[in-house]
């Protein structure tokens, strides 16, 4: 069975988006799991992914977009041509920086200036590079290689009230989520709403799970609880069993001793009285007992 990772990427990948939109979705999977080469043959782009509807999602945008087709493989998309330089100029990824061209450290805030571009930057990411896990805990993360990548993806997701942390981990800079309901929000705002679903009812069944075992421990410790209260009671009974001269105090005493398990109110439906009136004989029997 799939993963919820490969569920989730799998649903969106195959999501239709606008022009502006598929420019945002393409910047963020090549800023994310792409690597760029500068050489003698010219400047070349390797898209890698584990992913074969990936690699045809970015085949069919760059095909779309720029007109070009690239070398596709199961796990990899090779670009290279004299459109390659202008269409990272174009997804904001290669800037000038002077006279001197280099890629940008974070987003480009271009990329993202409408909503709906934003939201496609964020499936790009997550097609990328993210992850998401609900084995032990919740946890939904991206790693990207520059602070500045991992800074702008943080506030990014703040903008769709979405709270994410940031830590480094193995040479890279990871943003994580950590609350199953940001994660729920996250996957739903990148429009993967059958991961939403299933993520949904794996926190309701936990939920009911973890009631249920606390309401099991508290039940046992309440029955732990009254067997020791018993104990004390029938030790103090033994004590003084042959001075009970009020048959109703004798009466109570031989339903504790015979029913060591019962409760204040099993005792009190066997011998026809209240609770109360059962905590009461048998807190009066125990201070007899000690006043002897």
């Known amino acids: 069975m799939k993963g919820l990772t490969a569920k989730a990427k799998a649903e969106v990948s195959l999501l239709q988006e606008s022009e502006c939109c598929n420019t945002a979705l393409l910047s963020a999977l090549i800023h994310s799991a ?20 990936i690699i045809e999602l970015a085949y069919q945008l760059v095909e779309e977009l720029y007109g070009e087709k690239g070398k596709k493989g199961k796990s990899e998309l090779e670009l290279r041509g004299d459109f390659v330089l202008e269409m990272l100029f174009d ?3 290669l800037t000038y920086y002077g006279d001197e061209i280099g890629a940008m450290a974070g987003i480009n805030g271009f990329v993202v200036t409408n909503e709906c571009c934003a939201k496609s930057y964020l499936k790009g990411l997550f097609l990328g590079c993210g992850s998401v896990s609900v084995n032990k805990k919740y946890h939904l ?13 943080c506030a990014l997701l703040s903008s769709f009230d979405i709270t994410a942390r940031d830590t480094f981990r193995k040479d890279k800079h990871v943003v994580y989520i950590k609350s ?12 993967a ?27 046992m410790a309440n029955a732990d609880k009254v067997v020791e209260t018993s104990m004390k009671q029938i030790e103090a009974i033994e004590k003084i069993i042959d001075t009970i001269t009020d048959a109703k105090l004798l009466a109570t005493a031989k339903a504790r001793i015979e029913n060591p398990d019962s409760s204040y109110e099993d005792l009190a439906e066997i011998l026809g009285v209240s609770k109360g009136c059962i905590k009461y004989r048998l807190n009066k029997l125990v201070a007899l007992a000690n006043e002897n």
């Open 141 to 153: 993360e991206m790693a990207f290689s520059t602070s500045e990548m991992a800074d702008d993806v």
């Open 193 to 219: 709403n059958k991961a939403v679903l299933e993520l949904n009812n794996t926190a309701a069944l936990r939920y009911v799970n973890m009631y249920t075992n606390r309401r099991i421990n508290c039940d």
């Open 34 to 53: 792409g690597s760029i080469s500068f050489s003698r043959e010219g400047v070349g782009v390797y898209l890698t992914s584990e992913s074969e509807d």
């Open 180 to 191: 199953s309901e940001a994660i729920s929000d996250f996957l739903a705002l990148i429009g």
């Open 91 to 93: 997804l904001g990824i």
